[in-house]
Nanobody, 120 residues
Framework: QVQLVESGGGLVQAGGSLRLSCAASGSIFSIGAMGWYRQAPGKQRELVATITSGGSTNYADSVKGRFTISRDNAKNTVYLQMNSLKPEDTAVYYC??????????????WGQGTQVTVSS
């Protein structure tokens, strides 16, 4: 069974930085895309950033130039470096792993979420 475990959330002042990590564990052969999504209270979950196994990245317009996604394929881990944080970045951040190949086939997985709170 595949599990995604996130870490690195917390409370930070506006203008500060945080680094999120998400490690996938289990009998994984390979992972296609990994990414971060977020959900603020009363809002729908939205894409923050994704990265393919080859390193191609995609960002939401709202975080371009402030957030950087990266991954370590050998460790099945994805990171999100968040700089110049704004109060509107406050949300629960979820890790996602897509096209995860195991002995049971291919599937999509979500982490449990980590809270990021940016105070003004």
């Amino acid at each position: 069974q595949v599990q995604l475990v996130e870490s690195g959330g917390g409370l930070v002042q506006a203008g500060g930085s945080l680094r999120l990590s998400c490690a996938a564990s289990g009998s994984i052969f390979s992972i296609g895309a990994m990414g971060w999504y977020r959900q603020a209270p009363g809002k729908q979950r939205e894409l923050v950033a994704t990265i393919t196994s080859g390193g191609s990245t995609n960002y939401a317009d709202s975080v371009k130039g402030r957030f950087t996604i990266s991954r370590d394929n050998a460790k099945n881990t994805v990171y999100l470096q968040m700089n110049s944080l704004k109060p509107e970045d406050t949300a629960v951040y979820y890790c996602n792993a897509d096209w995860v190949y195991t002995s049971r086939g291919v599937d999509n997985y979500w982490g449990q979420g980590t809270q990021v709170t940016v105070s003004s």
